[in-house]
């Protein structure tokens, strides 16, 4: 397949998942995080795979918040894509973690890259900011936009030290019967 092609492929598979989340739920809706973070997976696959990247999954639901389950979807995938960005091909590895702790459930998406750089970790989630020749600057920026508007936070954690570097983003958003006792 041409590559363009698969860019088209890959497309049209995050806009049919993202309208699915939509169309089913116009207004925020309970949602196991374990369902969102499987199919952001899902939606990564082949372009893990071909980044020879290892994936660990550690699933602990039910972890049910009540989201945009599309807008959820898209940060997940915004920081598999970063990760992905972050990676050197063969010894990439990723996780992502989901479990729900006294009131909050969690998401976190880490990988053994080299972290962050001291000029961007300051100014991360502001729009524009970006080490990428190609980049935007616009995911997480938005990303956290997203997860603020649902009463959540965006927070991350990185380290340069050489043989242990990594980055890792947590999404914590209240657990679902919370955030309905305060609607
Ligand atoms: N997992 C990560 N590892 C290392 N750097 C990261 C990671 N995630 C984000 N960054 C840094 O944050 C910057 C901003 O990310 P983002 O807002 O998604 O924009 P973009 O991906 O277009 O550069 C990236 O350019 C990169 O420097
Ligand atoms: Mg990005």
Known sequence: MLVIEEQLATLGRVTSQALTFHREHAEAKEFDLVDIAESALRLHADKLARHQISV??????????????????????????????????????????????????HILVSDNGEGIADEFSSRLFEPYVTSKISGTGLGLWLSHRIVSKHRGTLRFRFSRKQGRSGTSFRISLPLAQLAQRNV
């Open 56 to 105: 660990d999954r550690q699933f602990q639901g039910p972890a049910k918040a009540t989201v945009f389950g599309s807008e959820i979807l898209q940060v997940l995938s915004n920081l598999i894509l970063n990760a992905v960005d972050a990676l050197p091909r063969g010894q990439g590895r990723i996780s992502v973690r989901v479990k729900s702790r006294g009131q909050s459930v």
